[in-house]
């Protein structure tokens, strides 16, 4: 119970440490912020005419700004078509804000993308940058036009946001929707604060993981709304202090730990906190997923106040390896139910039959605590 206090506690701290740095940055924003409108670079915003180089120039002279703030302003109103880009740092100002008031679109199909050789895997990246602040404003939308990738090959799929291998980074108020795969992806980042997402795909469509979080730390993301095909949020290997809270979660595959150790590669997630977050319509609700191996740690993991309908049982699978069983894992106060079952009960209709069991939970050593639906036999119980 220790390490849950002290993991919980680490992860408050964060948040008051990211709110307080963001509360700092934008007061000085006020005061020294330097402006390059996309359309001052030659962007037509139609939807149909390329402005991909416009977007390259306006980063090139926002990034190079030598000031405390510079901003890449993306005027609302109007729909920007972008073929993949790269907005890459360092840059030279303390803070990069790549302000979207307008719709940033993919090209409509795979066959409409012009890729540089085989450096093509993402739609858009943000890389290597310190202070970064991506902010809709509640307007901005980016519309990765995956519905015609998701009837080919998934190996052929490119990924739609990209932020990696960078530091000190906020994203708030922006939709991002029908990404070929992956939607948003935090790689090889720390110091990560992202809120007011609103992350959108079919529910049929395949591999479109609402955000993805690989080989990050310090990472907060809350108050969402993620609706995707697949995972809304999935962490990856290399992932530690993650705090995941108030997120509505549906249709989707839940909130989930790995898989790790495919082909025996190595993979650790430790110190990962999930609360307040509600399932609605998921396909399953909690899932951790390991492949037996013996390269694989997961520890520290902290479910809390987690509820709502999934329409697949298990509703919570917890699958680790016999070699090296997950420790540290506990839950406390969970009621995810049947969807089916909860609208067959009200409206007086017989329950489907159904062989899977409702939790599923191999090689898992914690506790739980509370009222937890559907029980897990392998966590200890320490009701009071």
Request: hydrophobic share 30%.
């Amino acid at each position: 119970m220790t390490n849950f206090l002290v993991l919980l506690t680490f992860l408050l701290s964060l948040a008051l440490f990211l709110n307080f740095q963001l509360a700092q940055s934008q007061s000085s924003f006020h005061h020294s912020n330097k402006i390059f409108n996309v359309f001052d670079y030659g962007a037509i915003g139609d939807g149909n005419s390329d402005d991909t180089k416009a977007f390259k120039n306006a980063w090139e002279d926002t990034c190079n700004y030598i000031g405390s703030n510079s901003t890449m302003h993306i005027p609302q109103g109007r729909t920007f078509l972008l073929q993949p880009i790269e907005f890459r740092g360092p840059c030279k100002s303390k803070n990069i804000v790549f302000s979207i008031r307008g719709n940033l679109t993919a090209p409509e199909g795979p066959d409409q993308w012009k890729c540089n050789g085989d450096r093509c895997h993402q739609w858009i990246e943000f890389a290597h940058i310190n202070g970064l602040y991506i902010d809709g404003h509640g307007q901005g939308t980016l519309d990765g036009k995956g519905p015609k990738w998701w009837s080919i090959d998934c190996k052929k799929h490119k990924q739609g946001v990209i932020i990696s291998h960078s530091s000190n980074v906020h994203i708030s108020n922006i939709m991002v929707k029908d990404s070929p795969n992956f939607q948003l992806s935090l790689e090889d980042s720390t110091l990560v604060f992202a809120k007011q997402l609103t992350i959108i795909a079919d529910g049929d469509s395949p591999n479109t993981d609402g955000m993805h979080i690989q080989r990050s730390q310090n990472v907060i993301v809350y108050n969402s709304n993620i609706s995707t095909g697949d995972d809304c949020i999935s962490i990856g290997d290399g992932s530690r202090d993650i705090s995941i809270s108030e997120i509505s979660c549906g249709p989707g595959h839940g909130i989930s730990i790995g898989s790790l150790g495919r082909n025996g590669e190595k993979g650790t997630v430790e110190n990962v906190l999930v609360r307040n977050c509600t399932f609605r319509k998921t396909d399953n609700g909690v899932r951790i997923k390991t492949w037996q191996t013996n390269a694989v740690e997961i520890k520290n993991v902290l479910y809390n106040h987690i509820h709502g309908t999934s329409i697949r049982k298990p509703f919570v699978k917890l699958l680790c390896s016999k070699s090296v069983p997950c420790t540290g894992i506990f839950m406390s106060n969970i009621n995810i139910q049947d969807e089916e079952e909860e609208e067959e009960m009200e409206y007086h209709h017989k329950s489907r039959h159904d062989d899977h069991p409702p939790a599923e939970c191999i090689n898992v050593r914690g506790f739980s605590n509370g009222v937890v639906k559907p029980k897990l036999a392998c966590l200890v119980s320490r009701r009071h």
